[in-house]
T-cell receptor, first 115, second 115 residues
Framework: GESVGLHLPTLSVQEGDNSIINCAYSNSASDYFIWYKQESGKGPQFIIDIRSNMDKRQGQRVTVLLNKTVKHLSLQIAATQPGDSAVYFCAENRGLTGGGNKLTFGTGTQLKVEL | DTGVSQDPRHKITKRGQNVTFRCDPISEHNRLYWYRQTLGQGPEFLTYFQNEAQLEKSRLLSDRFSAERPKGSFSTLEIQRTEQGDSAMYLC?????????????FGPGTRLLVL
């Protein structure tokens, strides 16, 4: 019979273009978000984070925007390079007993950079 | 390399067998986390240690799963009587916790296949 699998949303961009990856969340009480990059066969790698008291935060070639009204955040990558090809996850950070933090990850978006 | 390391990187086992994975966190990181990631999904939180104390466990962590961090440094995750549904990538992360919002650094993961 036919097998049904899960397919990650995919974003294909040309090298040098800007990329925008979107993420929606449901809990209006969420106050801290992190973007991770995961390359094939590797663990997630921290990119940038943002707290709910900010609307925008910039890093090197990356910008995260947070819209608390519609519970949406986005990751913008400027001048996308082949090395940016990976799966990108947004994660909500929640406090745990004793001060630790639980990350709840979204589904992820596969970014493909075309030469 | 002073990042988080995990061993083994890959494990194939038969259903019903026990397996044990090891995680070595970044030196002096007091917090250690285990996550599980299935194909096409983001990582899911399993459990968390602050030093040697296991402070939080997810409902995903059935009685067949046990984790330890005996000396507050490396950690082990054991799965007893493995089932095919246990096939996944098991990720370890560590952080230097000093309140909320510390960055979790992930290891490369152990990919488990249960036949």
């Amino acid at each position: 019979g036919e097998s049904v699998g899960l397919h990650l949303p995919t974003l294909s961009v040309q090298e040098g273009d800007n990329s925008i990856i979107n993420c929606a969340y449901s809990n209006s009480a969420s106050d801290y978000f992190i973007w991770y990059k995961q390359e094939s066969g590797k663990g997630p790698q921290f990119i940038i984070d943002i707290r709910s008291n900010m609307d925008k935060r910039q890093g090197q070639r990356v910008t995260v925007l947070l819209n608390k009204t519609v519970k949406h955040l986005s990751l913008q990558i400027a001048a996308t390079q082949p090395g940016d090809s990976a799966v990108y996850f947004c994660a909500e950070n929640r406090g745990l007993t004793g001060g630790g933090n639980k990350l709840t990850f979204g589904t992820g978006t596969q970014l493909k950079v075309e030469l | 390399d002073t990042g988080v390391s995990q061993d083994p990187r890959h494990k194939i086992t038969k259903r019903g067998q026990n397996v044990t994975f090891r995680c070595d966190p970044i030196s002096e990181h007091n917090r250690l986390y285990w996550y599980r990631q299935t194909l096409g999904q983001g990582p899911e939180f399993l459990t968390y240690f602050q030093n040697e104390a296991q402070l939080e466990k997810s409902r995903l962590l059935s009685d067949r799963f046990s984790a330890e961090r005996p000396k507050g440094s490396f950690s082990t995750l054991e799965i007893q009587r493995t089932e095919q549904g246990d096939s996944a990538m098991y990720l370890c992360a560590s952080s230097l916790g000093s309140g909320t919002g510390e960055t979790q650094y992930f290891g490369p993961g152990t990919r488990l296949l249960v036949l």
